[in-house]
Nanobody
């Protein structure tokens, strides 16, 4: 099994930056695609980005491309989401996830963290 723990969320003002971290434990972290999703209470979970196992390629959804950047450090078993120019509509719980297949679908990710709250004030 893989255990994932997110950290780095908080309350910030519009235009601020945050860097979220996801720390993994378990075997074969470097064989997994890693992703970030976010979810507003009562709404569908939204895909944000994924990074391929070796860290040399990534995909970001159009809604955050240019502001958010996913990356990973396999030696440390961590994945990051750098978020810049935050907006109130970015307010959500942010989750990291691991899976053997990359993509934008929740069903492709087997392991999920507990989430970290990001709140952006106007």
């Amino acid at each position: 099994q893989v255990q994932l723990v997110e950290s780095g969320g908080g309350l910030v003002e519009t235009g601020a930056s945050l860097r979220l971290s996801c720390t993994a434990s378990g075997r074969a972290f470097s064989s997994y695609y890693m992703s970030w999703f976010r979810q507003v209470s009562g709404k569908k979970r939204e895909f944000l980005a994924y990074v391929i196992p070796n860290g040399d390629g990534a995909f970001h959804t159009n809604s955050v491309e240019g502001r958010f950047t996913i990356s990973r450090n396999n030696d440390l078993k961590k994945v990051y989401l750098q978020m810049n120019a935050l907006k109130p509509e970015d307010t959500a719980v942010y989750y990291c996830a691991a899976g053997k297949i990359g993509g934008s679908y929740e069903s492709r990710y087997e392991y999920w963290g507990q989430g970290t709250q990001v709140t952006v004030s106007s």
